[in-house]
């Protein structure tokens, strides 16, 4: 007998989302079902390793994206709901990869999969929720849906190996990190909503807003979590405050409070994202150096420029339920206290 994972309260609300959260909660409930069943296993480890990651508090937005573009478009089918699975499952996936590649020790406050299980365990792990998501893209039997969606894991892989490139690279520019988050993260909002509006038979001009719509919102939510984690404040991130820094990540703040610094300020965000040497007291100090060059709100203003773009994508759909739920959702991810 396998073990089975169970979701337990691991499944949160989408904070001020609630439009979205009440729009597909009954879909959602088929969604987690699903995942449940996906997830068993006779090799234990399996849904024990998932497990970890599925109760660390994750907010399921981009499966209720599928969910939600699918209503969008009055699809009546229950294919989306298998397509949400397959979202979650990718998602699941990209991020135990992450870990490994990334080195992180934490995630959402707990111990990521990789320091309690291994490298090894958590790719394979991840290769597997892959290979169950791509199962279920095929039961759904929709051609366009397996492209677009395999399309997207292609570019997520794609963006991890841009990501390596920069790693530890303050000379990277903001075209190449923005290059970076619109393959590892965009993409995939972007497949998510797309297909909801496949799944429904809609025409290429309404599967192409959606498209729009995803990744938009999706390089908004990407540069909010960038800015917040300098934000010098607590904050239910699904991360700790500082967790890119620690790991010498590149991200918006730090490219342009780079640029924007004068040599002593470069000579310490070489010392830290580029040499790896983290002193006590270096994150407040990059925090105060990212407040005094404006590079948080800078970050911030380029999130809502996105967002307003992921808005002005919805405009071609008549108002609805859904609609107006999507559109909360930018405002949410835009303007998330968190």
Known sequence: MGVVVELGKARKAVGSASALTTLVEEDMGRVNAIIIERARSHVDLIPELARHLIDSGGKRLRPMLTLASAKLCDYTG???????????FMHT???????????????????TARMLWGNEASVLVGDYLLGQAFKMMVDVGSLDALRILSNAAATIAEGEVMQLITANNTATTQDEY?????????ALFAAACEVGGTIADRPKSETAALRAYGRNLGLAFQLIDDALDYSGQQADLGK???DDFREGKITLPTVLSY???????????????????IQDGDLEHAISLIERRGAGEATVERA?????IARDALAI?????????????VDFCVSRAY
């Open 78 to 88: 229950s294919g989306h709901v298998h397509l949400a699975a397959s979202v979650e």
């Open 304 to 308: 809502r420029d996105y967002g307003a």
């Open 93 to 111: 996936a990209t991020l135990l990869h992450d870990d490994v590649v990334d080195e992180s020790e934490l995630r959402r406050g707990k111990k």
């Open 317 to 329: 759909f008549p108002d609805s339920d859904a609609k107006e739920a999507m559109l909360e959702t």
């Open 259 to 277: 640029r924007w610094g004068n040599e002593a300020e470069r000579d310490f965000w070489r010392r830290t994202l580029q040499d790896g040497d």
């Open 240 to 242: 700790s405050i500082g």
């Open 178 to 186: 923005l290059a970076v988050i619109n393959c590892k993260t965009a």
